[in-house]
């Protein structure tokens, strides 16, 4: 039997970098990572090819997919990048990628979706599979994800069997946008204000747990066995205060706040639409906005937003493989010693 | 009272719950038309107040009769083990027989030493045997069988000693005291027609008795410690001090709290089972009996919870009023979840990120919050309600205070 060809789109980013480790350590597969950006160093071995390609170029997508049987299709663009680039990437990219499996015969396609396709700003609490896909969004990213992900449930099939992943709160080593996040909230000084009570529980996922059930889904994604054709939510199974978060990864700094303000729930919301309402007339001046404080924002963090995992658990075999504790060491060592090394290279 | 209401100040919800309980106090009940029961509800006073108070509530006098007997049997074995004035070869048969005792009609005991607090219950204790050959003979079996097994683990503590090196030998000692207490009460209750599942759940039942005691184990750190018994798992303490004694030393303060959080997550790892078990209770009172206890543990832990007076002081309780606030909150399986999330959400706003519990005590918080709104989706409603009456109150004291001062004012310009 030929060796299993697996290409993972957005090889090259956070958790793509983590899906091809997954991979190199859990199966055999020969991977193949297409990536709009490939480092210089990036030198392929025995097992990796590395190909530099846009997910919006569809002649190359199928170029790069031809001889492969497995597609994890992770590329997404990060948070902060404009509307129309989310639509292009994600929903334009995607159709891109289930056109190149059925023209090029790749029989397994997973998906990278995310658990903000249930954002519609209201709590989630136990959210599972059954619950519905909200018609209005949050914000863009969520919608794409969700377009996209109906995209490529429909498209399964008995030739091109698909299924969808949704992870919530990614974060670990390499992280580019949660942690980083959090880390410049505390150098500004600004981690003495919390949001809310903190009762609102948040769902937070441990990179390596994402990429596993990435590797999880591949080995099942197998006729009769459920897997096809459905989406499931993946976390580290332990929901924890929102605000626990932050302090935690900033306890691993051995940094505490010296004393805490606390907003009021009702009063953020207010200043969220005093803040919304300051960005329209900067727009009506013709000033650049950029999304800052917003109410969406407010309800999100303050809000119960966790998911019931069991579906997972239960078809796909998923365990977290690092706890949440052992994820925050882990991913505050990563950048603990980031920070070092620029400081050596400042010095 | 007046103590209690001073104390409560600052939160009037509970001086309301204080004066209602005051004024609603009933009398003991009467037993005077029945000698012996008379006799057995004085030895229930006398041995324990609050446990007198929950279970003179219960519905029937089956079950009241059969709950009292079970308590006194087992607080006469306890004031035997107890006693370190009776020689160990002496104590040892009466330990291990005591569940063939209490079959004996006219027994009694006279060998405690004078100081020992319950010594008259044993003197009279033919008047228990009485009537606990009086009960139906499935209480008595059960109510012997948990007196032989509990019996057996206090004789081979009294001779081995209670070393507590491991976490598994901190549950099984508590076991032995308290658990076994939770596992006869559910076979009583199924005995009487509530859910038979519980006394298949023996999990939860044995939860039940380790929450209450591993709160009160933590609680009387010093206590225990000034009459030389240690009931801390070395597991845990050995982590942060040399001796357990080292933890009251001031220079250790911040290893001390860490032992401290470390205990309290361990207790905390049973909140789920104890809500799985109150939510099998159908018969309110027996509901009220079993939640009144866990929900005064859920109130405790988080009072203890990185509170450092544990390793000043001895006899740390929380206020009488929250006592009675919380008796009065105690209805239902959806009041008691939503107490749970109060207090642990109080646990987890407490906590210090530092601490290396830190985490692992807000996944504790956060998975029961989960469990309860999943669960007991009616918490949500419920502590709703609690939450605005302990705000209604406080604003309610912000106002009468702003009344006082105004008054003052008034008075002070119409005498100037």
């Given amino acids: 039997m030929p060796q299993t060809k697996c290409l993972v789109t957005g090889g090259n980013g956070f958790l793509g970098r983590w899906i091809v480790q997954e991979l190199i350590k859990r199966t055999d597969y020969a991977i193949t990572i297409l990536d709009i950006f490939i480092p210089a160093n990036a030198t392929a071995t025995d097992r990796i090819t590395y190909i530099a390609g846009d997910i919006t170029d569809a002649a190359a997508v199928h170029a790069a997919f031809k001889g492969h049987h497995i597609c994890m299709h992770v590329a997404s663009p990060p948070a902060h990048f404009p509307a129309e680039t989310f639509k292009k990437i994600n929903i334009e990219g995607t159709q891109n990628v289930i056109d190149a499996c059925r023209a090029e015969k790749v029989g397994r396609l997973i998906y990278t979706s995310s658990a903000s396709v249930l954002s519609d700003g209201s709590p989630l609490e136990n959210a599972d599979e059954t619950h519905p896909i909200p018609k209005t969004f949050i914000e863009t990213y969520s919608e794409t994800k969700a377009i996209a992900e109906d995209m490529v449930l429909k498209a399964n099939s008995p030739t091109l069997l698909t299924c969808s992943l949704r992870p919530s709160g990614i974060f670990g080593p390499g992280d580019t946008q949660g942690t980083p996040g959090f880390m410049d909230v505390m150098k500004k000084g600004q981690h003495v204000l919390q949001i809310g009570d903190n009762s609102g529980l948040f769902d ?134 980031q920070e070092e090394l620029q400081a050596k290279k400042a010095k | 009272m007046a103590s209690a209401l001073l104390a409560s100040f600052f939160h009037p919800s509970e001086v309301v719950a204080l004066v209602q309980y005051k004024l609603s106090a009933k009398a003991n009940p009467n037993y005077s038309n029945n000698k012996l029961r008379e006799r057995l509800y004085f030895f229930l006073n006398l041995t324990s107040r609050s446990f007198a108070a929950v279970i003179q509530d219960l519905d029937t006098d089956e079950l009241k009769d059969a709950i009292c007997l079970f308590y006194l049997i087992l607080r006469g074995l306890d004031t035997i083990e107890d006693d370190m004035t009776i020689a160990l070869d002496v104590k040892i048969p009466y330990l291990k027989t005591f569940h063939e005792i209490i079959y004996q009609k006219g027994w009694n005991f006279t060998g405690n030493g004078p100081n020992e607090k319950d010594r008259q219950l044993l003197v009279e204790f033919d008047v228990v045997i009485e009537a606990f050959l009086q009960l139906k ?58 859910s038979p599942m519980l006394s298949k759940r023996k999990d939860l039942s044995n939860s039940m008795g380790l929450f209450l005691q591993k709160t009160n184990i933590i609680r009387d750190y010093l206590e225990d410690l000034h009459d030389k018994r240690r009931f801390w798992p070395k597991e845990i303490w050995g982590k942060y001090a040399d001796n ?53 543990a859920i109130a405790t832990l988080s009072m203890l919870h990185t509170n450092y007076q544990i390793y000043l002081r001895e006899n740390i309780k929380i206020r009488k009023g929250e006592t009675v606030w919380l008796m009065k909150q105690t209805d239902n399986i959806n009041a008691v979840a939503a107490i749970f999330r109060l207090y642990t959400r109080q646990i987890n706003v407490k906590s210090n990120p530092l601490d290396p519990h830190f985490v692992d005590i807000g996944i504790i918080c956060g998975a029961t919050e989960q469990t309860c709104v999943s669960k007991y989706p009616g918490s949500t409603a419920e502590l709703k309600r609690l939450q605005a009456g302990v705000l209604a109150g406080t604003s309610g004291n912000i106002l009468a205070a702003a009344a006082v001062v105004a008054g003052a004012v008034a008075l002070r310009n119409s005498f100037a």
């Avoid at chain 1, 953020?268 to 950029?290: P, Q, R, T």
């Avoid at chain 1, 579906?311 to 603990?336: D, H, N, S, W």
């Avoid at chain 2, 220079?251 to 790892?269: I, P, T």
């Fill in chain 1, 204 to 337: 937070w996922t441990y990179v390596e747990n994402v990429a596993y059930s990435h590797i999880l889904a591949a080995q099942k994604l197998v006729p009769g066995a459920g897997v096809d054709g459905q989406a499931f939510f993946i976390t580290n199974g332990t929901p924890t205060p929102f605000w626990n978060h932050p302090r935690a990864l900033m306890a691993e700094k051995k940094v505490v706040a010296p004393y805490m303000i606390i907003i009021n729930f009702h009063i953020a919301i207010i200043i969220g639409f005093l803040s919304e309402m300051f960005g329209v007339l900067k727009k009506m001046m013709g000033k650049d906005v950029k999304e800052g404080f917003t109410r969406v924002r407010v309800r999100y963090i303050a809000y119960n937003r966790y998911f019931n995992i069991s579906k997972a658990q239960k078809i796909l075999g998923y365990e977290p493989v690092v706890g949440y504790k052992e994820g925050i060491k882990r991913t505050m060592a990563y950048f603990i010693e």
């Fill in chain 2, 137 to 194: 003979p499935v209480y008595q079996s059960i109510i012997a069988d948990i007196t032989k097994r509990m019996g057996h683990g206090m004789a081979h503590y009294a001779t081995a000693g209670i070393r507590v090196e491991t976490i598994a030998d901190y549950d099984e000692y508590c076991h032995y005291v308290a658990g076994l207490v939770g596992l006869g009460l559910s076979d009583i209750f199924a005995a009487c027609g509530e």
């Fill in chain 2, 244 to 296: 357990i004694e080292d933890l009251t030393k001031p220079e250790n303060k911040e290893k001390s709290l860490e032992c401290l959080s470390h205990m309290v997550k361990n207790a905390m790892e049973h909140i789920k089972d104890v809500l799985d078990y109150l939510s099998l209770l159908q018969n309110r009172s027996i509901f009220r009996f079993c939640a009144i206890p866990q929900v005064m």
